[in-house]
């Protein structure tokens, strides 16, 4: 295995979509393979990976305005923070397809 640059795994440590098949190529076989292969990925784990950062950004905002006095530099932190709530959303409804929807034909 080839060692890969530090932005390309921290790519890889929080999105997802290197994991995925395609499932509209191949056979019906093929097709349903890769489906099954989408289902088994782990989704939840990136989710928790989304929250957590979440957290611990707006916890560092929260952290910088309060006891720093800072409010300007806090944003910087705060920003990210409660952008990580819709990728975490996003991903809970994938995951919510993935399981829920019938295997394609």
Do not use: C, K
């Amino acid at each position: 295995m080839t060692d890969l640059p530090f932005l390309v795994l921290l790519h890889r440590y929080f999105f997802f979509l290197w994991l995925f098949q395609d499932v509209n190529r191949g056979s019906r076989f093929q097709r349903a393979a890769a489906w099954r292969h989408n289902q088994a990925q782990w989704l939840p784990t990136y989710m928790r990976r989304w929250v957590v950062m979440g957290l611990v950004l707006y916890g560092l905002g929260a952290v910088i305005e309060l006891v720093l006095a800072m409010p300007v530099m806090s944003a910087l932190f705060y920003t990210p923070g409660v952008l990580s709530v819709p990728v975490t959303v996003v991903l809970g409804v994938a995951w919510l397809g993935l399981r829920r929807l019938p295997v394609p034909v």
